[in-house]
């Protein structure tokens, strides 16, 4: 698609539940990032994906989170057991390139809308 | 660890000033730096980005420059419009970690008033 498209894009759940928040990266990109953004602050990485292989999850705040790419395009983030610090927006970002240093050109990152969860 | 710092956290001038957003960031090994604008409720939307070996880039209105071994970054808007209120994020993508993250600032909240 010509953007990042995230879905749904507002999801109320009750603290406990388990949700699942989808992220659709533009055609082609190799790279896939989620970040979580709470009220009033700039985001905060989440976890990376190059292709279908997660290479950084070091910021998942906790196992409750888990994040896949199976086929090196559809991401989905999960949260399980969900918690009032759980509420943010979480923004999904997708890049051409790989690693700095390769030959392929920087195009940077594109980034979603976002899902804005809130845990009641 | 990487810390970017934006100042002033808000801002709110008449319509048609020019005005300058400021980035710094504690390690100096970058990448590139980007900045973002991001509307209530929404994503951020790309504004503009500097590869580490670029002084500056611009687009229309905006201005940005790099000054990687002070560790800082300006964002100019010319002839600010109302248009233009939204919060200004800058991020720095790291060269040292094996991973691709973006390091962001907390944000300019600005505020155009016509």
């Known amino acids: 698609g010509a953007g990042v498209s995230q879905s749904p894009r507002y999801k109320v759940a009750k603290r406990g539940q388990d949700v699942a928040l989808r992220c659709d990266p533009i055609?082609?990109?190799?790279?896939l990032f989620w970040y979580q953004q709470a009220l009033g602050q700039g985001p905060e990485f989440l976890t990376y994906f190059q292709n279908e292989a997660q290479l950084d999850k070091s910021g998942l705040p906790s196992d409750r989170f888990f994040a896949e790419r199976p086929e090196g395009s559809v991401s989905t983030l999960k949260i399980q057991r969900t918690q009032q610090e759980d509420s943010a927006v979480y923004l999904c970002?997708?890049?051409?390139?790989?690693?700095?240093?390769?030959?392929?050109?920087?195009?940077?990152?594109?980034f979603g809308s976002g899902t804005r969860l809130t845990v009641v | 660890k990487q810390e970017v710092t934006q100042i002033p956290a808000a801002l709110s001038v008449p319509e048609g000033e020019n005005l300058v957003l400021n980035c710094s960031f504690t390690d100096s090994a970058i990448y590139n730096l980007q900045w973002f604008r991001q509307d209530p409720g929404k994503g951020l939307t790309s504004l503009l980005l500097i590869q580490s070996s670029q002084r500056e880039q611009t687009s229309g209105r905006l201005n940005a420059s790099l000054d990687k071994s002070s560790g800082r970054s300006t964002l100019y808007i010319a002839a600010s419009q109302p248009g233009d209120s939204a919060t200004y994020l800058c991020a720095v993508r790291p060269t040292r970690t094996s991973g691709s993250r973006l390091t962001f600032g907390e944000g300019t909240q600005l505020t155009v008033n016509p």
């Open positions: 055609s082609g990109h190799v790279s």
């Open positions: 970002a997708s890049s051409l390139v790989r690693w700095p240093g390769t030959t392929q050109i920087n195009y940077g990152y594109t």
